[in-house]
């Protein structure tokens, strides 16, 4: 359960709740006692989320400043917070640096990047009223390796999530002084319904081709543990970054895809 808090009420938001990580933090924190708003696009499963764990629902895109506006009206209505996290984001397509889209960076720049920080700056009056409650009030953003290490194929997402984890150093800098954590949760490979056939375009091959003979890529729920896990620690401890990959990927270029042994002598 979280940490002992008497009477107080714990709130939380999860953006890019309707599905994935999202969805399993938002799952995990409703089992754990947190009231919950969930934030997406995709009305139908925001209400499916809903009727399932009981949350509450903001349906907004976070890349335009009325959905933050519409986001920060709703959150003020409920009463202080104290947890944010900043999941929406995505990658489209594999392609080389020269012949990668802009219009593609851009979207990818405006899904990983402008709403995490619209969301951040819409939030902050209400997370230092929560901070004043608890003890902390937390910011977790869901970064990547893709953000520490560069890939071929990967340079939009690569720049995409290198920008977000240079935008969440500078605000842990900026909130030194307010007991406001910031946090940064990096997967590498994460197994969900949608990411990949998003970044893929839906081709299925490619999809099955990616985590073809890897043995227990990470999932959305492992990553929902990691994200809970850290807002629910003591209040002067905060993890700045966390790097999670599966064992089957040793580093961002050495991934084995066969099954894992012990090896004899």
Sequence with gaps: MPPATDSLVLRAVVTGASSGIGAATVRLLARRGWHVTAVARRA???????????????????????????LAEAVRAAGPLHALVANAGG??????VEKASADDLAAMFALNV??????????LPSLRLGAAER????????????????????????AAKFALRGLLGALRLELAGEPLRVIQVAPGMVKTDEFAAKRFGGDAAKVEALYAGVEHPLLADD???????????????????????????????????????????
């Design 91 to 96: 990658a489209i397509g594999a392609d080389s």
């Design 114 to 123: 402008l709403t995490a920080q619209r969301a951040i700056a819409a939030l």
């Design 135 to 158: 003890g902390s009030g937390d910011i977790v953003a869901v970064t990547s390796t893709a953000g520490q290490i560069a890939y071929e194929g990967g340079g939009g997402y690569n």
């Design 44 to 70: 139908d499963r925001l209400a499916a989320l809903a009727a399932e764990t009981g949350c509450a629902v903001v349906v907004a895109d976070l890349t335009t400043s009325e959905g933050a506006d519409a």
């Design 223 to 265: 990553v929902a543990e990691a994200i809970v896990h850290a807002i629910e620690l003591p209040s002067h401890v905060n993890l700045d970054e966390v790097t999670m990959r599966p064992v089957a990927q040793a580093a961002q270029h050495k991934l084995v895809r066969e099954p894992l042994r012990v090896r004899e002598g």
